[in-house]
């Protein structure tokens, strides 16, 4: 298969279930407010195998912004945050040239949520205090967000991860991404 072709379908896939996850959230009322457990948030440990899915993250989250009517602000800075999170995934996980790979390749491992879970606690907490104007202070909109990005990226996205690990090869089989740990 074309290669281009098959990035284009990594990242339209991991869009849209970017998107049917968010709304699923929405239904059960765990995708806004003070602590966020975005089910689409596990999805950002998905650069670990593939940079398609930088792409399709952001436009998972730009799409999922604009159709739950989020404020415009929101959309560009919430969209900005996933895009930021998914570039520290894919950097955070891409092999180490030295030898000493091994113990590294597990490290990177348990090390892919943390740019997405930084990025949202980062950024989120002042759409929250400035755009939605919701009471509280940053510091405490910090707390909560990191919880929700711990729970939807640490947890989630790492059990999704150990779960994609043993398939990697089979779902994602771009070549010069196969290489990863």
Not at 22 to 46: K, N
Not at 112 to 130: D, E, K, R, W
Request: charge should be positive.
């Amino acid at each position: 298969m074309n290669k281009k072709v098959l990035y284009l379908v990594h990242a339209a896939v991991i869009a849209a279930l970017y998107v049917v996850l968010t709304m699923l959230a929405r239904l059960l009322g765990l995708d806004s407010g003070v602590i966020q457990v975005r089910f689409s948030e596990a999805l950002t440990v998905l650069p670990f195998f593939t940079s398609a899915a930088i792409p399709g993250l952001f436009i998972g989250c730009l799409l999922s912004n604009l159709l739950l009517g989020n404020l415009p602000l929101d959309v560009i800075f919430g969209s900005l945050a996933t895009l930021l999170g998914a570039v520290g995934t894919y950097l955070v996980s891409r092999p180490v040239k030295s030898g000493a790979a091994t113990a590294k390749q597990s490290l990177r491992r348990w090390l892919a949520p943390i740019p997405p879970i930084a990025a949202n606690t980062l950024i989120v907490p002042f759409i929250l205090a400035y755009v939605y104007r919701f009471e509280g202070s940053v510091p405490y909109f910090m707390l909560t967000v990191g919880a929700g990005e711990v729970i939807s990226c640490g947890v989630l996205g790492l059990i999704l991860l150990t779960a994609l690990l043993k398939y990697r090869k089979y779902i994602f089989p771009l070549p010069q991404e196969n290489k990863r740990a």
